[in-house]
């Protein structure tokens, strides 16, 4: 497939819980080749082995989207919430092995309350070559790369927020 063609699962309902994976078919026979579900958190009920079931019963792909919060953010100035976005971030790529998805997309650092219509943090330039050295150049790149490669996760896309 050349050009897949995906929708996030926000478009039908949220939170998508273990009880929305009957919408795969319907997704499917829309014409979507693909969905983005939002690395399920335990509250959502969604058992991981069922839905790559209902996936593959569906002939539906499936991509992850990683949700930031302030507790783990890679780029924080805390050292114990970078330590929790690694920690999620690893939590993410053993949700994706488990589904089957090949690409964790999302916010892996920044200001989460920006989805709730909050405008983001005033940030000087030497802050924000701090976080980008805490994230892409210091040890948060490094410490996730080797939990990568050694599973199915083909791509990771960090979504800046």
């Known amino acids: 497939m050349n050009n897949p063609i995906g929708i996030i699962s926000m478009q039908f309902v949220r939170p998508f819980t273990g ?4 919408l795969f078919q319907e997704i499917k026979s829309m014409g979507f080749d693909f969905i983005e579900l939002l690395v399920p958190e335990p509250e959502d009920g969604i058992d991981l082995g069922q839905a790559r079931s209902a996936l593959a019963d569906a002939g539906l792909g499936v991509v992850l989207a990683a949700r930031v919060t302030p507790q ?14 690694l920690d999620y971030l690893k939590s993410c790529i053993d949700s994706a092995d488990a589904v089957g998805a090949t ?12 989805f709730a219509g909050r405008p983001p943090l005033p940030r000087s330039a030497d802050d924000m070559r701090a976080r980008a050295d805490r994230m892409i150049a210091g040890p948060g790149r490094g410490r ?4 990568c490669r050694r599973s199915g996760v ?7 927020v």
């Open 19 to 22: 009880q929305h994976l009957h």
């Open 72 to 85: 783990r953010s890679i780029a924080s100035e805390d050292p114990g919430a970078r330590q929790g976005g």
């Open 103 to 114: 690409i964790i997309g999302g916010p892996l650092y920044g200001e989460p309350m920006v």
């Open 144 to 147: 996730a790369a080797g939990p």
């Open 154 to 160: 083909r791509g990771r896309a960090i979504e800046p």
